[in-house]
């Protein structure tokens, strides 16, 4: 059997040299990290939820004209990505107080917020992914402006078309996290969006009882970890089809 090229490790994710020049074959594993990998551990059959859920999320955005770097999901736990060159800044949407928010300027979590706020973060593990500003961005030529508006346009737009698709499953889009890259075609440049989506970035709160279905619910100790991704994807209507016992099929070759 011949080895994959490994390209890069992350915290939940590895990438993997694709079929063809330009892409990527991402995997999604059940490693778990909060709290700057702090705090670290494993939920069972997250990697293949989360492989489906962004996949069908991904879909969803590329379908109203979002462009993402997401081509096809491959097995269970991989899918084909293009191949972008990340830019170190993530972009958190929020839409209702929570986490880092609340901490920072004292507002209880669930306070909805007057309107929909974007922050950026550098990434940086050694930093702790800092909290930084516009001119941080331009300054140190992470993202030229254009860049950086056309990041905020579509997470906007994402926002907006992701809000109300969670609406229609009885969540919450409370906040998320976001990340670009750029994709080059023909010596013209786009700004696509990359990564993920999945309950490892975004906050998802039943809209009726308040009940945390994401991250949290590890970050927190709250219990019920497994159980909370397992919902968001049958909310969405994309259970793997086997039900929960198929989240535990054999990992793909490495
Ligand atoms: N988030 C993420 N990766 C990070 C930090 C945050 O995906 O490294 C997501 C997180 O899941 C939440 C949103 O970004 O949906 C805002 O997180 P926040 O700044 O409140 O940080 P936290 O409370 O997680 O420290």
């Known amino acids: 059997m011949t080895r994959r090229r490994r390209i890069y490790e992350g915290k939940a994710k590895v990438l993997f040299e694709g079929p063809e020049p330009g892409t990527l074959v991402q995997y999604f594993k059940d490693d778990a990290s909060a709290f700057n990998n702090k705090k670290k551990g ?3 059959g997250k990697g293949v939820l989360n492989n489906r859920i962004s996949e069908y999320l ?8 979002v462009p993402t770097h997401f081509v096809r999901r491959l097995n269970m736990r991989e899918q084909l990505v293009r191949e972008v060159e990340i830019i170190p800044i993530s972009l958190v949407v929020r839409n209702v107080a929570a986490g880092s928010l609340s901490r920072r300027f004292g507002i209880p979590e669930g306070t909805p917020l007057p309107r929909s706020i974007i922050e950026y973060y550098y990434k940086s593990d050694d930093l702790g992914d800092p909290m930084v500003s516009e001119e941080h961005i331009t300054a140190f030529g992470w993202a030229a402006p254009q860049d950086l508006d056309d990041m905020v346009a579509l997470s906007l737009r994402i926002n907006d078309y992701l809000s109300g698709l969670f609406l229609g499953t009885g969540l919450k889009l409370v906040d998320f996290k976001l990340e670009f890259g750029r994709l080059w075609e ?4 786009r700004i696509v969006l990359a990564d993920e989506i999945s309950p490892d970035n975004c906050r998802l709160w039943d809209i009726k009882t308040n009940e945390k279905l994401d991250k949290d619910r590890f970050r927190e100790d709250l219990g019920k970890v497994e159980e909370a991704y397992q919902e ?7 259970l793997p089809e086997g039900g929960p016992n198929d989240l535990m099929a054999p990992k793909t070759m490495q």
Do not use: K
């Open 186 to 189: 023909n010596e013209e440049m």
């Open 232 to 238: 968001v994807a049958r909310r969405l209507g994309i």
């Open 42 to 44: 494993v939920i069972t």
């Open 58 to 65: 991904m879909s969803r955005l590329g379908e109203i004209g």
